[in-house]
């Protein structure tokens, strides 16, 4: 049998496939990529690379300025910045990363039933979305800590629980943007279920614009993590974090600013890189988009 | 060129016109003349090149992307050596175009007055009251009623047809002495789109217009054309006047093409037999029907006001009672809005049934009960309209063809796997593509593919919705073929619902013609097609176009009554009138006018 070939406008309105989107980063983006690979290795790599114990005080080397034994000086109790900082990138990375991967989970989830339900679902979904998204995500964070108390998997569940409206409305436009495409109304015709038209048809299509999201997130979720723990509702000390250990070099800020100052620039860094990814996979999913926003 | 002895200069044209795109030619030598009053048919697929000879004729190709060579003279000049500024003059003023969408052509901000004086002004420099009077003298000679009433209002208020005798209207403004439509009929009703096609005749015969008529459908040809040029690929075909072209085609895809033009419909006869009354509608097919829909009906609310109170509901379709029999394909014709496809979404529970019944192999479909679904989508299954929307783009296709059978544990694993690749055989594809994603595949692979994945199920009956409407002609015949013959091997039966008549000619036993959501005529194909009954059905089968032109003088035409259109929106509480029917012949039913 012959068949005729692909029409011009066939063939313009080809699909990327899956990765071919990768080719379009540009440079800033991998900027941020090389950036966050650098934290993630450090983090992972703490201990060996760590030149001494972060916790282990050293009263007469205390508050000592960067010099050749400790390359960014020592804080009030003579602990080294720079183990610090290395052991440091653990716990902001780990708590940014987990309170998005499950806020993702969730906010997705919501967002795509209300979107494929539709109805009284959606309203009622979207207006509890609203309400927790009426709320500034640090002073939401806040109180939930304050609540639970300042554990690990507190601080997870209450930067996530802030980020989930976000994911709820991204996944919640874009299955409705697919939901009445004819391949949708195809499975539907099959008899296939809801669950498996949303997770194996309509999921892999509104993928990539919840990834930005979560790349975008993320950043916002680092930034939390350390203004809980500036405000002293982060991780108890002596584990070092980012953000305690701002709050305290504030104590000293005027005789020692390389406190602060070190451990601000590390959350300034990661919070840029992630932005630049984020921003960056968004132009390259969406070139639509570039001078939009 | 034709032999036609014509004195008149003609009034453009083009010698040896070759478009490139990147050094990749797209039009690749084509030369025609026409003369005043006349019209050449462009004839071709999607991706022939038709579309652009006309854009640059009309120089509306991106400089610097398109490479145009060869010439086009209009009143002496070469269009294509023109300087911008001068070209503007050209268009509108010399050349019109009219388009085929007309829902978008108009601005919908502005009343069709405005936009109607607004090229007067600019072309002819009237104003005022004389402007006034040539927007309604302009739209009188479109036969735009009430035109005093009308140019006030705005294009959402006028019905395709309308818009697109506007755009007519608009394109005449300034007396052109060309017009370039660009399949201005393909995308109307077919009887909307018959008005259209007299009335641009008539006001070619009234103000000598040529015209340079762009379509892919030769029964459109043999109605407007005086010569014929068939393009594919961007060369052409064949070329001379309509009788040569039609009488005696000498390329076979001319051939392919004119037989691709409904012929039965053509041959209509207008005489009808006196139908005898039999009160209800008898639902009849040979032993146990495969499909059974009794009194059947489909609506939907409409909400309005501040409230979101319930104003009154759409009968999309009503009291809709027909059987398909095992192996049997019943046609279901019928224009836009008619109701046709939403029978097809009720069946297989895409819209929710009003009332009425449905029996699926003598079976009483429960749509509350997912059991009763779930054995009702085994013996059902659809194929769309747009073959390329209705596969999802990140599944390979061999994994939606297995997807089904797992679903509802019909085969799984290596069986799945071996009954896709035979399936795919059957329906003329490679197996090894099995793993390709349906971007790969051309508009008629991938409707084989959807008719894989239908057969998966081993189903009793497809429902095809305007399978085979978004088809260039050639790979509409294969996918019929193809349909005829699994229906064969399968012994499947089809509800074939399509606005295109030659297709259903070709694949159906029986006809069923809906018209505002109801069945007017049911019968086997030949009497309804042949001798319908019904003022309806020989309405809409007379506005089907000819099949050669020497039938142009002697065609019955019934033209659209200027009744307005019925509303399908009724308030609420309405009940329809029972409907009466009458028996014409054995089978051949129809729905007696009250």
């Known amino acids: ?293 | 060129m034709s032999g036609k002895p014509n004195t008149d200069q003609p009034v453009v044209e083009v010698s040896d016109l070759r478009v490139s795109f990147a050094k990749k030619p797209v039009v690749q030598g084509v030369s025609f003349q026409i003369r005043p009053g006349k019209t050449l048919a462009l004839v071709g697929e999607s991706g022939s090149g038709k579309s652009v000879t006309s854009l640059a004729i009309m120089r509306l190709l991106q400089e610097g992307v398109a490479r145009i060579e060869g010439s086009v003279r209009l009143d002496g000049r070469d269009l294509l050596q023109l300087t911008e500024a001068e070209m503007r003059r050209v268009r509108g003023g010399r050349i019109s175009m009219i388009f085929q969408e007309p829902m978008t052509s108009l601005n919908p901000v502005q009343t069709i007055g405005d936009q109607l004086a607004e090229v007067v002004r600019i072309h002819r420099g009237l104003k005022g009251a004389d402007l006034r009077e040539a927007v309604l003298e302009m739209l009188r000679k479109v036969r735009i009623p009430d035109p005093e009433e009308r140019v006030r209002q705005y294009p959402h208020t006028f019905s395709g047809g309308m818009r697109q005798r506007v755009m007519i209207a608009m394109a005449l403004a300034c007396n052109p002495a060309m017009i370039i439509a660009d399949e201005p009929t393909t995308a109307l009703d077919v009887t909307v789109q018959a008005q259209t096609l007299d009335l641009l005749k008539a006001l070619q015969r009234e103000t000598g217009t040529a015209v340079l008529f762009i379509t892919h459908d030769m029964g459109v040809v043999a109605e407007m054309a005086d010569d014929v040029l068939v393009m594919r690929h961007g060369r052409v075909l064949e070329q001379g006047s309509v009788d040569e072209v039609f009488s005696n085609p000498k390329d076979p895809y001319t051939r392919s093409l004119i037989a691709a033009v409904p012929s039965l419909a053509g041959k209509l006869q207008i005489d009808t037999v006196p139908a005898q009354p039999v009160g209800e509608l008898p639902v009849l097919t040979d032993g146990q029907p495969v499909l059974e829909a009794r009194n059947l009906a489909v609506r939907f609310p409409v909400h309005g006001g501040v409230l979101r109170r319930l104003k009154g509901t759409v009968h999309a379709v009503e009291d809709v009672s027909f059987a398909i029999g095992k192996g049997e394909t019943l046609g279901l014709v019928g224009e836009s809005g008619s109701g046709k496809s939403t029978i097809g979404k009720a069946i297989i529970n895409l819209a929710s049934v009003h009332a009425g019944e449905i029996r699926v192999c003598g079976e009483t479909v429960d749509y509350g009960d997912p059991r009763s679904l779930a054995r009702m989508r085994r013996q059902v299954q659809m194929i769309f309209q747009d073959p390329f929307g209705s596969l999802d783009a990140r599944q390979s296709i061999g994994s939606a063809i297995v997807e089904p059978m797992q679903v509802h544990g019909i085969e799984t694993g290596q069986a799945a796997r071996q009954k896709m690749e035979w399936l795919m055989e059957r329906v003329g594809l490679d197996p090894a593509r099995a793993r390709s994603l349906p971007h790969e595949f051309s508009g008629g692979q991938r409707q084989r593919i959807c008719i894989a994945r239908a057969l998966a199920m081993a189903p009793k009956l497809i429902i095809a919705d305007e399978a085979v409407s978004a088809l260039d002609v050639a790979i509409k015949g294969q996918i019929i073929e193809l349909m005829i013959d699994l229906q064969k091997e399968f012994d499947v039966s089809y509800l074939f619902i399509s606005h295109d008549m030659a297709a259903v000619e070709r694949i159906c036993d029986r006809v069923a013609v809906m018209y505002f959501g109801e069945i007017v005529e049911i019968g086997p194909r030949d009497d309804v097609i042949g001798r319908p009954g019904h003022p309806y059905t020989q309405r809409l089968l007379s506005a089907i176009p000819i099949t050669h032109p020497n039938m142009r003088a002697s065609r019955p035409r019934r033209i659209a009554d200027a009744s307005p259109p019925l509303s399908p929106i009724k308030p609420v509480g309405y009940t329809a009138p029972a409907a009466r029917w009458g028996r014409a012949a054995a089978g051949h039913f129809i729905r007696q006018t009250v």
């Not at chain 1, 804080?75 to 716990?91: E, I, K, M, W």
Request: glycine fraction near 8%; charged fraction near 15%; hydrophobic fraction near 55%.
């Open chain 1, 1 to 293: 049998m012959t068949d005729a070939p692909l029409s011009p406008a066939a063939a313009a309105a080809r699909p990327q496939t899956r990765w071919q989107f990768l080719k379009r980063l540009n440079l800033t983006t991998w900027l941020g990529v090389a950036i966050v690979a650098a934290l993630v290795l450090c983090a992972i790599f703490a201990p060996l690379i760590a030149p001494y114990d972060p916790d282990a005080q050293n009263v007469i080397l205390y508050l000592s300025p960067p010099n050749a034994q400790n390359l960014l000086g020592t804080d009030q109790f003579g602990r080294d910045v720079l183990s610090r900082l290395l052991f440091g990138a653990r716990y902001s990375l780990t708590i940014g990363f987990l309170a998005i991967v499950v806020a993702l989970i969730i906010g997705s989830l919501l967002g795509m039933i209300a979107g494929y339900v539709g109805n009284k679902t959606d309203i009622i979904v979207m207006q509890i979305m609203d309400v927790v998204l009426a709320f500034p995500s640090l002073i939401l964070g806040l109180a939930l800590v304050a609540l639970m108390g300042a554990t690990l998997t507190n601080i997870v569940i209450a930067i996530a629980f802030t980020a989930i409206p976000a994911f709820a409305r991204i996944a919640r436009a874009g299955v409705m943007a697919q939901r009445d495409r004819e391949y949708v109304q195809a499975c539907r015709a099959m008899g296939f279920s809801g669950p498996r038209i949303l997770l194996r048809h309509i999921l892999p299509a509104i993928l990539p614009e919840i990834m930005v999201m979560a790349s975008l997130w993320m950043a916002t979720a680092v930034r939390t993590e350390a203004s809980l723990a500036f405000i002293g509702l982060g991780l108890a000390p002596p584990t070092p974090t980012w953000g305690g250990m701002v709050r305290e070099g504030f104590d000293n800020i005027l005789s020692s600013f390389h406190l602060a100052l070190y451990p601000s620039l590390a959350i300034l860094l990661l919070v840029l890189a992630l932005n630049l990814i984020g921003d960056g996979l968004r132009d390259a999913i969406d070139p639509r988009l570039k001078d939009a926003s």
